[in-house]
């Protein structure tokens, strides 16, 4: 019984930690790398709130979901 309520305690807490998501900066870091890596000559990344992209589309999502990365070629 104490193994199963030390397993539903750390799940919870691993629950907690995935939800708070990457800071921005390094999501948009990440984002950027992988772009690069495809030789995309011209393109912009800017961090957003959370359904204010209005031309572009969403890459990503962080800090906890309350913002997104929006990708722009050209």
Do not use: H
């Amino acid at each position: 019984m104490k193994k199963i309520l030390l397993a539903v305690g750390l799940l919870s807490l691993a629950g907690t930690a995935f939800a708070a998501g990457k800071p921005c900066d390094e999501l948009k870091s990440e984002i950027a790398a992988k772009i690069d890596a495809n030789g995309v000559p011209q393109y912009s990344l800017e961090i957003v709130d959370k359904g204010t992209a209005s031309d572009g589309e969403v890459v990503g999502s962080c800090e906890g979901g309350t913002k997104d990365i929006v990708y722009k070629r050209g």
